[in-house]
């Protein structure tokens, strides 16, 4: 009567991340969670959306989950080329979650221009970034896919005029102001990321940012500027990241000597600004997580269903696997048959080997399958007959275009 099915395409380090839902009363709903690279985009995701447009479809909802190039670089082609014309559109797309820095300041109806010489200067320095160039970061490059510069996701949001975030009065996705959204008649996502303090931490850090290069007005009382926040947020994102070299073997001793590590949580407040999610049908949910942090997710999720282990149809894990993102802590409290991780490994190695010991060592009477979008050097250590059957869980490489189903 029903089906649920996710594509988790090749978004190099970065995700990209298709969900379809079809019964007969609803037809079909489609929820698209970022976009990848502009290559992502430009290989992948546009031909998708084309053919879904021919059917007849279109996304229900488009979710931007934060700041974050490996997240958000496809999606500024993707609106440029929808454009405004409904017949020229790729497919039409009823609305957009998107937190910009127009979120975060404090509502007023009066906002000062930046009378600052200085000021003004730096402002204009930091939106001439633009996002990192695509050519740096991504290993499959072509030449004919640069990254296009000049205008952030919110700009074309707002020119293009989307429904931008009007599940939530057109204010910021966050825990506080809406907890469910209905998408439809028979899907609904339930809220867990970001929260209010995750939103302020991202300000503070923007404003400390602009002090350190000379900036002096206000960024509360002047006019919005969301081009240079998300130029500059994606620049010091890459900054902050470290690589995570560990030398890997095939040995239930190796799985069992990674269990001892000591947990460090993830500290980018970026990642931290993460939209995650349940997403929930009449008998199914799945855990979406983004980047974001454990320790919120693991409260929100106690605040809604109490202690214990809560049951998901599939989860996907945060940050590619990052070890800092996934807490023993939250590991306690959820568990899925279905686990996705989407990166190919070319940067930071994620996922990281601690994260799957995690996963894996826990007792489970079911089988859990562990789902990557590209073969990889841990998927490889992972597909080892011994560790499978000490472990309970299956390695499942999807193909590319592979719809999962649920």
């Known amino acids: ?87 020229s559109q790729i497919i039409e797309v009823k609305e957009v979650w998107h937190n910009s820095y127009r979120h975060l300041q404090t509502p007023s109806l009066h906002r000062m221009e930046i009378e600052n010489r200085v000021d003004k200067g730096i402002i204009e320095e930091v939106s001439n970034l633009g996002y990192p160039e695509e050519k740096e970061i991504v290993i499959d490059y072509e030449e004919d896919v640069s990254a296009e510069q000049g205008s952030s996701v919110a700009a074309l949001l707002d020119y293009y005029k989307y429904a931008w975030n009007s599940s939530f009065d057109n204010k910021v996705v966050n825990v506080e102001n809406k907890r469910i959204v209905d998408i439809g008649d028979e899907i609904k996502l339930i809220i867990l990321s970001p929260d209010n303090n995750k939103l302020d931490n991202l300000k503070e850090y923007w404003k400390d940012k602009l002090e350190e290069m000379g900036f002096r007005s206000d960024p509360d009382k002047v006019k919005i500027f969301d081009d240079a926040f998300e130029f500059l947020m994606a620049h010091e994102k890459i900054k902050s990241l470290k690589d995570f070299n560990k030398d890997i073997s095939s040995t ?110 826990r007792e489970s009477k079911h089988l859990r399958n562990i789902i990557f979008n590209y073969k990889t050097e841990v998927s490889n250590y992972l597909d080892n007959n011994s560790l499978k059957e000490r472990y309970k869980y299956e390695v499942k490489i999807l193909e590319e275009g592979e719809e999962y189903i649920i």
């Open 252 to 361: 239930e001793e190796d799985i069992e000597e990674l269990l001892k590590e000591d947990f460090i949580e993830d500290m980018s407040v970026v990642n931290g600004s993460s939209i995650s999610f349940i997403l929930e049908t009449k008998n199914q949910k799945i855990l979406f997580l983004a980047d974001s942090h454990p320790s919120i997710i693991t409260r929100e999720l106690k605040q809604l269903y109490g202690e214990g282990i809560k049951w998901f149809d599939a989860i996907k894990i945060s940050h590619h696997g990052s070890k800092g993102n996934t807490s023993p802590e939250l590991l306690k409290i959820i568990d899925s048959n279905n686990f996705f991780i989407s990166t190919n490994g070319s940067k930071h190695n994620h996922p990281d080997l601690v994260t799957i010991a995690r996963i894996i060592s």
């Open 1 to 87: 009567m029903h089906s649920l099915r996710v594509s988790m395409l090749p978004a190099s380090f970065g995700d990209c991340l298709l969900v379809n839902y079809h019964s007969l009363n609803s037809g079909n709903v489609n929820i698209l969670i970022d976009t990848g690279f502009v290559s992502t985009y430009k290989t992948y995701l546009k031909p998708k959306l084309l053919k879904m447009k021919e059917e007849g479809q279109h996304l229900d909802l488009m979710v931007i989950t934060h700041i974050d190039r490996d997240h958000i670089s496809g999606a500024l082609s993707f609106f440029k080329e929808n454009g405004l014309s409904v017949n």
